[in-house]
């Protein structure tokens, strides 16, 4: 299930995206934006699959372009998140061969609250869980070689880049 790193198997003509993946929490209020130290007790919490890269990656899939997803989850031995990311993705039609599992690291989260009757909405991308660094911010010169690696397949591939993992591997 963990990316073996190895991009040789993927076809000559494919997109290439190097990017966030995350599990979204998304809490959604029927009513306004609650008031400073107040709350609402209606309401709705997901889990969803996110992260701007793996969005992009199963958009692209959906649309018949071979995808393979660049970037790096927490390992799926230890962590219930990366085990539902690695299983919905190639359900999706996206390549995860490139996808490093890190065992220092946790899956990251997305936490999205939104509301319905103003349309209002705030996001944080966590850069820990539960204590422990998010997989997004370990994104570095592993998977820039993956991708650089994938993108040499051919001339016809296609990156993509959201600027949601580290800079400096960009």
Not at 30 to 57: I, Q, R, Y
Not at 133 to 146: K, T
């Amino acid at each position: 299930r963990c990316g073996a790193l190895d991009v040789m198997a993927l076809p000559t003509r494919a997109a290439v995206v190097f990017g966030s993946i995350s599990v979204d929490l998304n809490a959604h209020a029927d009513d306004e934006w609650p008031l400073h130290h107040s709350h609402t007790t209606t309401g709705t919490l997901t889990s969803t699959p996110g992260g701007k890269g793996a969005n992009e990656a199963v958009a692209l899939a959906r649309l018949n372009v071979t995808t393979a997803l660049v970037g790096c989850v927490g390992h799926p031995d230890v962590d219930a998140q990366a085990r539902f990311l690695l299983d919905y993705l190639p359900r999706q039609g996206v390549d995860v061969a490139a996808v490093r599992c890190s065992r220092a690291h946790v899956t990251s989260a997305a936490v999205i609250i939104s509301t319905a009757a103003d349309g209002r909405k705030l996001t944080v991308s966590c850069e820990h869980v539960d204590g422990r660094p998010a997989a997004n911010l370990a994104i570095g010169a592993v998977e820039v070689d993956a991708a650089e690696r994938a993108l040499r397949r051919s001339a016809q591939s296609v990156l993509l880049l959201q600027l949601e993992v580290p800079v400096g591997a960009m």
